[in-house]
Structures are given as C-alpha cells and as structure tokens.
C-alpha cells in the first residue's frame, strides 16, 4: 500500500535558522506530493505540491523538491519565523480517479520555533 | 478560510452515546473526505464519498456511518462512543467539476471529547 514517513518532531529551532523536515514514501504507482501545515487552532491548509520527478514546490519560502530515485520529498526553509511555529504533514495521492482521491498522511511534525 | 465549513466546532459528551457531526464542503466540490486526527496517531483516513456515493473506505469503525446528502453536505455519525473516539474529525473536499489536482480543502475540524 502506499504510506509516507517523516521524521518525528518536536523540532525546536531559534529564529532565522534553517529547517529540514525529511519525508519519504512508498506508493504502488506515480504519487503526487504535498506539504500541508497546521497552525494552532485551525485547519489543514496547502503549504506546497509537485506533481513529477524533479518538480520543486515553493509557497512562503518553504520549498520541497520530487525526488523519485530517492522517493523523498523533504521540506526545507532558509530562514524560519516565529509565526512558522505549526505542525506540518506530507502527503501523497494517486490521481487515478475523475472522483478525487484521498491523501495519505505522514504523521506530522511540530516545528516550535523561539525568538 | 477553505470555503469547507463543520459544525459544532466542539463536542463534549458521555460514553454511549451517539454524535453526529456535520460538514458543507466548498461550493462546486463533489467530493467529501472524513479525516479523524487523534494525538498519537496522527491523520487517518475514514471515508470518501463522491456526489453522494461513496468511494473510498478507510479505517472507519462500525460504529461510525457517514452520507453525502443531494446537496453534497455531509454527516459522520459516531455511535456507542467510547474515550478512544476523543479526536479531531476533519472534513476535506476537492473535485470541482472537470478538476482533480489532488489537492484536498480542509476545514477547521469538530473536536470531539468522550468522558
């Protein structure tokens, strides 16, 4: 089946520093990928997506990049801001039917990030 | 704001007893997914329906039952509930006609506690 795994947080970053979150997956055919991020409080939203090998995704300064030799889609930010402090989920879907398809979910992570 | 509304936003109730939680999607979208977000177990699929017919099955109990009514809201029914159904319930929709980029809007979620 298909399944993703990122790595387990807290993650606890000062200000302006660099984050990585990994996230790896397993699918049975061509997965599309996503970063949604979870802010205190609210609901899921799109951070970012690729559709293909090599594409990158980019919202916010966050970008992400589709590697198929690796199956890995990890999350980077240059330089992180209190207000990124969120739990943040990698998903995949197979766009296979017209109806929609759901999305697997990596565990999440929670990023805290202190002034 | 996603355009998905759910209601109540909260939910407090006893062991036994039955809930019913409640989910507008965007308006045009067809389809309806039902999430159940717990603290240890991160994101986990129910349920899917499709302009009211359901399309995918997860891990949802017997206990629990959802439809897609002719307007295309939807309702998660959960029954005999037990302390374990604490979670958050999310909603999601996608698939305005004639797109599916996979991408799934989320709403802000019923959080629901079972003592």
């Known amino acids: 089946g298909n399944s993703v795994t990122q790595m387990e947080g807290p993650v606890t970053l000062s200000e302006e520093a660099f984050l990585t979150i990994n996230c790896t997956y397993t699918a049975t055919g061509y997965p599309s990928l996503f970063w949604y991020v979870q802010y205190p409080g609210e609901g899921l939203q799109l951070l970012l997506k690729a559709t293909k090998a090599d594409d990158k995704g980019s919202n916010k300064g966050f970008e992400a990049t589709y590697r198929k030799e690796t199956t890995s889609f990890h999350l980077e930010k240059g330089s992180v801001q209190v207000s990124d402090s969120a739990v943040y989920f990698c998903a995949l879907t197979l766009l296979i039917k017209a109806a929609g398809n759901k999305l697997t979910f990596g565990g999440g992570t929670r990023v805290l990030v202190k002034p | 704001d996603s355009g998905v509304t759910q209601t109540p936003k909260h939910l407090i109730t006893a062991t036994g007893q039955r809930v019913t939680l409640r989910c507008s999607p965007r308006s045009g979208d067809l389809s309806v997914y039902w999430y159940q977000q717990s603290l240890d177990q991160g994101l986990q699929f129910l349920i899917q329906?499709?302009?009211?017919?359901?399309?995918a099955k997860g891990n949802i109990l017997e206990r629990f039952s959802a439809q897609q009514f002719p307007d295309l809201h939807s309702e998660l029914n959960l029954s005999s509930l037990e302390l374990g159904d604490s979670a958050l319930y999310f909603c999601?929709?996608?698939?305005?006609?004639?797109?599916?980029?996979?991408?799934?809007?989320f709403g802000e979620g019923s959080r629901l506690t079972v003592l």
């Open positions: 329906y499709y302009n009211g017919e359901e399309r």
């Open positions: 999601a929709s996608s698939g305005r006609q004639g797109t599916n980029t996979g991408e799934l809007f």
